[in-house]
């Protein structure tokens, strides 16, 4: 079966939704799931791609956890389920979090997460194309994700909303990583 059923026909470690960067306007819902429920949020990764040490968090275990302490973890975790289970206040919101914990654990082992994660895997020529800015490694880690599986990432970049000096903001500072 798949790595997270309720995703159907989806056979990856990778979750189908990434959000790569974090400048979203969330007063509004942006980048929510909304009525969809939390099974359909994206995967957000706040992590620069562009820094020296890489990592993403959530998948990359800390220094000293190898593969069978997660195993531990996760017979822990299977215990501590079958005990919330027993307790039947909001079975969805369990149902959608049972979700999440498997496709973490999955995303954790699953070695095509952390290939696709290795930007730094990428020659320097094809990294400096790109532009070795935060916004230019989140657009090379976005296409290293689609074609690893994910269907679907969104790639964010705050400050454009420039409201004094406009030109000159996006002549000198918005529009040349962009090109």
């Not at 159907?8 to 509004?28: C, H, M, N, W, Y």
């Amino acid at each position: 079966g798949s790595v997270v059923s309720h995703y159907k026909g989806f056979k990856s470690a990778l979750p189908p939704f990434i959000q790569v960067g974090t400048e979203v306007d969330r007063r509004f819902g942006g980048g929510q799931p909304g009525i969809l429920g939390l099974e359909h949020g994206a995967f957000e990764m706040p992590a620069d791609p562009n820094a020296k040490a890489f990592t993403v968090r959530d998948i990359t275990p800390p220094p000293g956890v190898d593969m069978d302490r997660i195993a531990r973890r996760r017979t822990m975790l299977g215990t501590i389920d079958a005990l919330q289970r027993t307790v039947d206040l909001q079975p969805a919101a369990y149902e959608a979090l049972d979700e999440h914990y498997k496709a973490a654990f999955n995303m954790i082992t699953a070695k095509e997460t952390q290939q696709a994660f290795q930007i730094e895997k990428e020659s320097d020529k094809t990294r400096d194309g790109y532009g070795r800015t935060p916004f230019g490694q989140r657009m090379l880690l976005a296409r290293r994700l689609i074609e690893s599986g994910v269907r679907f990432v969104t790639v964010t970049d705050g400050g454009w909303d420039t409201h004094a000096n406009n030109f000159t903001s996006l002549k000198t500072r918005l529009i040349p990583p962009v090109d």
